[in-house]
């Protein structure tokens, strides 16, 4: 079984400034089954990176993702502040059909 | 607009069961597998079950094997999830997912509101 572990658990970073966050697999996926949420309260998860760098429909472009084999990174380049909220990484293992999300990495306001 | 709806949740006692259902609209509802993914209060996202997109192929977390099952009513447009032997850890809110990027079929892009569930005695 696959492990996601994401990292910081918290960031806090002010409006505009450049968020990172990562999330380490506990052994290499393939990246066209890696993908990342924002989760922001009261709210469900919202698709905003799948395929390890593409950004889904109607994503601004201050988002990006990267990475391969066993790391991912999705980066932020300028926190707005809507941006402030809870991101899941997530790995979809296909045979059989199933998901892993990591704990999430919560972005708040410094 | 393409949407789903759960419902269904509600406070059952321990050892109880609860049926959830999920009604979708605005897409052709049997070109898609579905899931349902849980988060309980104050925690992370968690994957509960997937079915595909003709109801011949179901699959579970280990948290949910053999108490949980789920199905679809391609007539109707609607996902269920029957859960038995319910259990405190089973509270959370549950959403219906649906994995429909063309290519990624582990990208969710559609997510319902979610149900809750609350187990106690």
């Known amino acids: 079984e696959i492990v996601l572990t994401q990292s910081p658990g918290t960031l806090s970073l002010s409006p505009g400034e450049r968020a990172t966050l990562s999330c380490r697999a506990s052994?290499?996926?393939?990246?066209?089954?890696l993908a990342w949420y924002q989760q922001k309260p009261g709210q469900a998860p919202r698709l905003l990176i799948y395929?390890?760098?593409s950004r889904a429909i109607g994503i601004p472009d201050r988002f990006s993702g990267s990475g391969s084999g066993t790391d991912f990174t999705v980066t932020i380049s300028r926190l707005e502040p809507e941006d402030f909220a809870v991101y899941y990484c997530?790995?979809?293992?296909?045979?059989?059909?199933?998901?892993?999300f990591g704990q999430g990495t919560k972005v708040e306001i410094k | 607009e393409v949407q789903l709806v759960e419902s269904g949740g509600g406070v059952v006692r321990p050892g109880g069961s609860l049926r959830l259902s999920c009604a979708a609209s605005?897409?052709?509802?049997?070109?898609?597998?579905l899931s349902w993914v849980r988060q309980a209060p104050g925690k992370g996202l968690e994957w509960v079950s997937g079915?595909?997109?003709?109801?011949?192929?179901?699959h579970y977390a280990e948290s949910v094997k053999g108490r949980f099952s789920i199905s679809r009513d391609n007539a109707k447009n609607s996902l269920y999830l029957q859960m038995n032997s319910l259990g405190a850890e089973d509270t959370a809110l549950y959403h219906c997912?649906?994995?429909?990027?063309?290519?990624?079929?582990?990208?969710?892009?559609?997510w319902g509101q979610g149900t809750m569930v609350a187990v106690s005695s």
């Open positions: 997912a649906r994995p429909g990027v063309v290519g990624h079929p582990g990208a969710f892009d559609i």
């Open positions: 605005g897409f052709t509802f049997d070109d898609y597998g």
């Open positions: 079915i595909n997109w003709s109801g011949s192929n179901t």
């Open positions: 052994q290499s996926v393939s990246s066209n089954y």
């Open positions: 395929g390890a760098s």
């Open positions: 997530q790995h979809y293992h296909s045979s059989p059909p199933t998901w892993t």
